[in-house]
């Protein structure tokens, strides 16, 4: 039977035990419900009781957190989720791997910063390699952080346009259907990317750039035949590019550019003889020199903890449905012999 221990942390700081605990104790609540511990403060010290293995848990989650927030980091709900995630991995001493630079500012004045170490890994790829290749589920930031990459490459003007493109691929709808010109029927594709745009830059420099042409928008159809030189060009949604499409969006690769890749392989809407090109280019690509290839995980979701538990459902059932499927192989193979 495990035994009941005590153990006391201590901050440097009461704004920062302040900022760990979260408003009406909602951070320290996660904390104990996840570790089946009780956390009491007298002050600047935190005195954690439970079982041994779980409180020394609760102790590394606190005092990660407590750096974290001697750095000004803003201690929210995801923020303490991932530390808990590291910790029960075993990889807590990477916390200070969170705490690195702004990516880029948005337009209302809030900074931009990777908050996982998957991501820091990422921006980390972006900066040092000419093509990345950021493959992850929903939620991970792969498209916000290659904008606010290509944003801050801009305002430095270590290059002179953004380009940003994904194939006009239909999740279910047909593309024909939809009333207007061609524009106007490809916008609704194109809108995350947007967004992402508009929330950097604002609507009126993000109208004025686009104007002038150092932002365009456009789906991958439009990059036929052209060389992007001095440009920051991202292809989100890869996933549903064709082999051919892939190969004819990387060659459009000019001097002085960057480009950055997005997809989520687990959500394919080619048809079904269709080979995905983002598939393809990993292996493919995988150990060309100035490629990086990033695979985030359900661990870097940043949006609400039900999406990571949601992509970890789908992942469940797809894993028992190939298990499945190779039993079913097998037995046949059997009959046969």
């Known amino acids: 039977m495990s035994k009941v221990v005590e153990r006391i942390v201590n901050a440097d700081r009461l704004e920062d035990v302040i900022a760990v605990f979260g408003s009406f104790d909602e951070n320290i609540k996660r904390i104990e419900d996840a570790m089946n511990v009780r956390i009491i403060n007298r002050g600047t010290d935190l005195k954690v009781s439970g079982d041994e293995e779980m409180a020394d848990k609760a102790v590394r989650t ?32 990477q916390v200070t791997q969170m705490t690195k630079d702004v990516v880029c500012i948005t337009a209302k004045g809030k900074p931009i910063k990777a908050k996982t170490v998957g ?14 290749i950021g493959v992850g589920p929903a939620g991970t930031g792969k498209t916000y952080l290659a904008v606010a990459a290509a944003v801050a490459a801009f305002r430095e003007r270590t290059v002179n346009r953004i380009v940003l493109t ?32 508009y929330d950097m830059l604002g609507a009126e420099t993000f109208q004025k ?19 992007l030189d001095d440009s920051f060009i991202i292809l989100d949604e ?28 687990t959500q394919i809407d080619l048809p079904e003889d269709k080979t ?21 995980t359900s661990a870097d979701v940043v949006r609400h903890a039900l999406v990571q538990e949601i992509i970890n459902a789908y992942e469940r059932a797809a894993q028992k ?3 499945k499927s190779r039993e079913i192989k097998g037995h046949e193979q059997r009959k046969k012999s």
């Open 321 to 323: 449905a190939e298990n």
């Open 209 to 227: 750039y686009q104007e002038r042409g150092s932002i365009e928008v456009a789906p991958l159809a439009y990059m036929r035949g052209r060389t």
């Open 276 to 296: 995905s090109g983002l598939k393809d280019a990993i292996r493919v690509l995988e150990g060309v020199k100035d490629i990086a290839i990033c695979r985030l």
């Open 238 to 265: 890869a996933q549903n590019t064709t082999r051919e499409q892939m190969k004819m969006f990387l060659t459009r690769l000019g001097f002085g550019s960057k480009i950055v890749i997005t997809g989520d392989i």
């Open 119 to 132: 991501q820091q890994k990422y921006m980390k790829a972006i900066a040092q390699n000419t093509v990345t």
């Open 62 to 93: 606190l005092e990660g957190l407590l750096t974290l927030a001697s750095k000004g980091e803003t201690i929210d709900e995801q923020r303490v989720r991932y530390l808990i995630t590291l910790v029960n991995e075993g990889n807590d001493q």
């Open 166 to 197: 994904r194939p006009a691929v239909e999740a279910g709808e047909r593309l024909g259907f939809l009333p207007g010109d061609l524009q106007t029927k490809v916008d609704p594709y194109l809108r995350p990317l947007y967004d992402a745009l």
